[in-house]
């Protein structure tokens, strides 16, 4: 069955990031001049998907805006012929058809997972975290629907980590059946250092069959009294066939603000506009320390 849907959580309060998000939503912070979601929204688009549904929460409003058409604006734009920019807003408001829901209550991952049940139809769909974003050349969400695709099953993005930080992540067991192929028997979530049975971690990308709801209904709270996502999918892993894809391409961790400050720069530098000047300025800067 073709992956129509894409399923984005993004209900997290962002405390690793306040102040700033004390009245901004942590996936509208701009790496660069784009917001974090946008580039999440933008891989789903180019890996085909049609439908995507964000789940939002109260303070998320500025998300709905992003993604809407913004007549004022666009029309100011039009008088002045700022044509670029106008066409740069109407591409954003034309990415997919995006839903959204709000998860009323913060009970974690598997809950925000949940609210989605009546989106997915009974039907095989995408999750993206708006933590990771992947720079690579083939979509990252393009590269795990080609693996399922090929296994009919559910398949989590994975890559290898250092052994210092398996901590973490949710790390899988398994055997590798491929290029890059992994086939699941057994996950653990964050696991004590010198505990994890791999370096293999899931980070945040996944083609997940329907039957996770019925799995996320038997979950019972996990850590932090949280319905963990790796818990359901644990026991789905008991029921059916489950893959890890290593995919290929940079990931960057931006929930954190190592990972977010070197997602900043380097996309800074692979833009033509900004390169030169700034990549210059970052010499300067660096002879200096």
Same mark, same amino acid.
């Given at each position: 069955? /073709?992956?129509?849907?894409?399923?984005?959580?993004?209900?997290?309060?962002?405390?690793?990031?306040?102040?700033?998000? =004390?009245? &901004?939503?942590?996936?509208?912070?701009?790496?660069?001049?784009?917001?974090?979601?946008?580039?999440?929204?933008?891989?789903?688009?180019?890996?085909?998907?049609?439908? &995507? +549904? &964000?789940?939002?929460?109260?303070? =998320?409003?500025?998300?709905?805006?992003?993604?809407?058409?913004?007549?004022?604006?666009?029309?100011?734009?039009? /008088?002045?012929?700022? @044509?670029?920019?106008?066409?740069?807003?109407?591409?954003?408001?034309? %990415?997919?058809?995006?839903?959204?829901?709000?998860?009323?209550?913060?009970?974690?991952?598997?809950?925000?997972? #949940?609210?989605?049940?009546?989106?997915?139809?009974?039907?095989?769909?995408?999750?993206?975290?708006?933590?990771?974003?992947?720079?690579?050349?083939?979509?990252? +969400?393009?590269?795990?629907?080609?693996?399922?695709?090929?296994?009919?099953?559910?398949? @989590?993005?994975?890559?290898?980590?250092? $052994?210092?930080?398996?901590?973490?992540?949710?790390?899988?067991?398994?055997?590798?059946?491929?290029?890059?192929? #992994?086939?699941?028997? $057994?996950?653990?979530? /964050?696991?004590?250092?010198?505990?994890?049975?791999? !370096?293999?971690?899931?980070?945040?990308?996944? &083609?997940?069959?329907?039957?996770?709801?019925?799995?996320?209904?038997?979950?019972?709270?996990?850590?932090?009294?949280?319905? *963990?996502?790796?818990?359901?999918? /644990?026991?789905?892993? *008991? =029921?059916?066939?489950?893959?890890?894809? $290593?995919?290929?391409?940079?990931?960057? $961790?931006?929930?954190?603000?190592?990972?977010? %400050?070197?997602?900043?720069?380097?996309?800074?530098?692979?833009?033509?506009?900004? !390169?030169?000047?700034?990549?210059?300025?970052?010499?300067?800067?660096?002879?200096?320390?």
């Amino acid at each position: 069955m /073709k992956i129509r849907k894409a399923v984005i959580p993004a209900a997290g309060l962002g405390t690793r990031f306040l102040p700033a998000t =004390k009245a &901004i939503p942590k996936e509208m912070v701009p790496i660069v001049d784009q917001p974090t979601l946008q580039y999440i929204v933008e891989e789903a688009a180019a890996s085909g998907i049609e439908d &995507i +549904l &964000i789940i939002t929460g109260r303070t =998320k409003r500025a998300i709905e805006d992003h993604f809407d058409k913004s007549y004022e604006l666009e029309t100011e734009l039009e /008088k002045s012929g700022k @044509l670029d920019y106008l066409s740069t807003l109407q591409k954003i408001s034309n %990415l997919a058809n995006i839903h959204y829901v709000r998860q009323k209550e913060a009970k974690g991952l598997g809950h925000a997972i #949940y609210c989605a049940k009546f989106f997915s139809e009974n039907e095989p769909f995408a999750v993206l975290l708006g933590d990771d974003v992947v720079d690579s050349e083939t979509p990252c +969400l393009a590269q795990m629907i080609d693996q399922y695709n090929n296994c009919g099953t559910s398949v @989590l993005g994975v890559q290898t980590v250092p $052994d210092s930080e398996t901590s973490k992540y949710g790390i899988i067991s398994g055997d590798k059946v491929g290029d890059r192929l #992994y086939r699941v028997h $057994d996950m653990v979530e /964050k696991p004590a250092p010198g505990t994890a049975p791999s !370096n293999v971690a899931v980070l945040g990308r996944y &083609i997940i069959t329907p039957d996770i709801f019925r799995c996320l209904e038997e979950t019972t709270p996990g850590a932090g009294g949280e319905i *963990q996502l790796t818990d359901a999918l /644990k026991m789905l892993a *008991q =029921k059916e066939d489950m893959y890890a894809y $290593d995919f290929i391409g940079r990931r960057y $961790d931006v929930g954190s603000k190592q990972g977010y %400050l070197e997602a900043t720069v380097e996309f800074a530098l692979k833009r033509p506009d900004l !390169n030169q000047e700034f990549s210059n300025y970052l010499k300067r800067i660096v002879k200096t320390l």
